[in-house]
């Protein structure tokens, strides 16, 4: 089973009349969004679920790289939203089906996340894309330092 995580992509600073919630991608975010979309159409499988947390930044993420690689399912979850470790591990270990997922989400939770699977440190920057797979038969058997790290990628953009 692999485990995909993306943080989202570069976004705005806050700001005075908006919530973080609503933060938007900045023109590097979404072309970060578009190479990471490209980078992974060809290495998932279509059968991928894919989890992503409510904001708008992360929404604007997801749109952009279903774009480029079209997901079967695609499900907003507000419980993603800013989750720490501890709450993404109990959204997957809750998972009901052993399909691999790929997670859009959040620091500091999910380099967190990664980092506890793989049992080391893995620090995800915007766009920021890791595969962790796992050598069990469910979600609920993951747990730290059964994760091997099989791929990671981050599009360099330079802001002109």
């Known amino acids: 089973m692999k485990l995909h995580l993306l943080r989202h992509a570069k976004t705005q600073a806050i700001q ?33 679920t894919v989890f992503c947390s409510s904001s708008a930044r992360t929404r604007q993420t997801a749109k952009i790289v279903q774009q480029y690689f079209e997901f079967r399912d695609i499900r907003f979850e507000q419980k993603l939203y800013l989750a720490d470790r501890n709450a993404l591990l109990d959204f997957i270990w809750n998972l009901e089906h052993n399909d691999d997922v790929l997670l859009i989400g959040h620091n500091e939770g999910i380099s967190e996340l990664a980092s506890y699977f793989t049992d080391s440190y893995i620090g995800l920057q915007t766009a920021g894309y890791v595969c962790i797979e796992f050598d069990v038969t469910s979600w609920k058997e993951t747990s730290t330092g059964l ?14």
């Not at 919630?21 to 059968?47: C, M, V």
């Open 16 to 48: 005075p009349a908006k919530t973080d919630f609503e933060r938007r991608l900045l023109p590097k975010g979404e072309e970060q969004a578009r190479l990471i979309g490209n980078y992974l159409n060809d290495r998932l499988s279509r059968k991928i």
């Open 147 to 160: 994760g091997r790290l099989v791929d990671a990628f981050r599009p360099d953009v330079t802001t002109s």
